[in-house]
T-cell receptor, first 115, second 111 residues
Framework: KAGVTQTPRYLIKTRGQQVTLSCSPISGHRSVSWYQQTPGQGLQFLFEYFSETQRNKGNFPGRFSGRQFSNSRSEMNVSTLELGDSALYLC??????????????FGPGTRLTVT | GDSVTQMEGPVTLSEEAFLTINCTYTATGYPSLFWYVQYPGEGLQLLLKATKADDKGSNKGFEATYRKETTSFHLEKGSVQVSDSAVYFCALIEGNYQLIWGAGTKLIIKP
């Protein structure tokens, strides 16, 4: 099976602009989660979608939003970019294993730089 | 709320040394526990997992045992290689589909 793919891999934006990142999950996976990784804050959960519905959301401002399509592909959007939004954005897709535990598989990430 | 605490790095070892990276957690219920590894410039890879007390997860020579009495999930490997150099993250998940992460431990293996 193909792994999780994220596009673009690298992105440079200017403060005040908006950006959309895309994630294609592993075939058959219906859950997609997004995380932000920075040297200062580490890995932080943004949100999780399952069958086009947001099931869980982290503590990020409303400028961060996401959605999931019927084919399970997901996008996240950040509006009015700030310098502090510079980070590696990771997408993970997951399915239930035999113990009914969600096992998350990560894509390579999108490196966003805000100048 | 739930949390994960890992030993601070970097951890520097010589090739073939024994590795332990400590991880303890706080959770209200019965979480599942994971170790992920991140190589330079890459995303996170699931290394191993354990879903209940006394379970031992293992992969690629790495092992970790779910110890409920000490709320720990320490990562061990008997003989490390230079190729094991990476950042290792301990994490838990409980109920709400959200992984709770430790801060990560950078491992450096010298030949």
């Amino acid at each position: 099976k193909a792994g999780v793919t994220q596009t673009p891999r690298y992105l440079i934006k200017t403060r005040g602009q908006q950006v959309t990142l895309s994630c294609s999950p592993i075939s058959g996976h219906r859950s997609v989660s997004w995380y932000q990784q920075t040297p200062g804050q580490g890995l932080q959960f943004l949100f999780e979608y399952f069958s086009e519905t947001q099931r869980n959301k982290g503590n990020f401002p409303g400028r961060f939003s996401g959605r999931q399509f019927s084919n399970s592909r997901s996008e996240m959007n950040v509006s009015t970019l700030e310098l502090g939004d510079s980070a590696l954005y990771l997408c993970a897709s997951s399915s239930l294993d035999q113990n009914l535990v969600y096992e998350q598989y990560f894509g390579p990430g999108t490196r966003l730089t805000v100048t | 709320g739930d949390s994960v605490t890992q030993m601070e790095g970097p951890v520097t070892l010589s090739e073939e040394a024994f590795l332990t990276i400590n991880c303890t957690y706080t959770a209200t219920g019965y979480p599942s526990l994971f170790w992920y590894v991140q190589y330079p410039g890459e995303g996170l890879q699931l290394l191993l997992k354990a879903t209940k007390a006394d379970d031992k997860g293992s992969n690629k020579g790495f092992e970790a045992t779910y110890r409920k009495e000490t709320t720990s999930f320490h990562l061990e490997k008997g003989s490390v290689q230079v190729s094991d150099s990476a950042v290792y993250f301990c994490a838990l998940i409980e109920g709400n589909y959200q992984l709770i992460w430790g801060a990560g431990t950078k491992l450096i293996i010298k030949p």
